[in-house]
């Protein structure tokens, strides 16, 4: 929105807050704006230390990966392919407002293969060793000791 007219060829604009730009543009870098004019500007991303800060918008999913709780995050005005895999302690430090969905399942502390034991199946020539080993044992057993 034009705020003042300098002078024939200069005018000076209303930009948004923190804007780091001039704020008077020459009357020939304007076009005329069609249709209903907008209610506020965008905000601007965040800035730290002179890059946009992402910000979260949704966890995708989680994983336990080598013993560490990790989200996958996607982040605000990014495509689903830049969602990237974060530690859910660090997230929650830098990010401490923003929900996780499923962080209570993954506070419960339980093995995530609640009532299934895994067992090693053994080979078939460890099997035939135990079984010969077991029948000698038995053997053995019956024969009576010789008297000496």
């Known amino acids: ?47 730290h230390h002179g890059a946009v800060a992402p910000e979260p918008e949704r966890a995708v999913r989680f994983r336990l990966a080598r013993g560490v709780h990790q989200v996958l995050v996607h982040w605000k005005g990014e495509s689903a392919a830049s969602a990237t895999w974060e530690d859910v302690d660090a997230f929650r430090d830098k990010f401490p407002a923003f929900q996780l969905e499923d962080e209570l399942a993954l506070e419960g502390g339980r093995d995530v293969m609640w009532g299934q034991v895994y067992t090693r199946r053994r080979r078939a020539r460890d099997m035939r060793r135990d079984v010969e080993r077991a029948e000698r044992v038995a053997q053995e057993q019956a024969e009576p000791a010789p008297r000496g």
Request: aromatic share 4%.
């Open 1 to 47: 929105m034009v705020i003042e007219l300098i002078n024939e060829v200069a005018v000076r604009l209303a930009l948004p807050v923190g804007a780091r730009l001039h704020d008077v543009f020459h009357i020939g870098l304007l076009k005329k704006f069609h249709g209903p004019p907008p209610e506020a500007p965008p905000a601007l991303p965040t800035i």
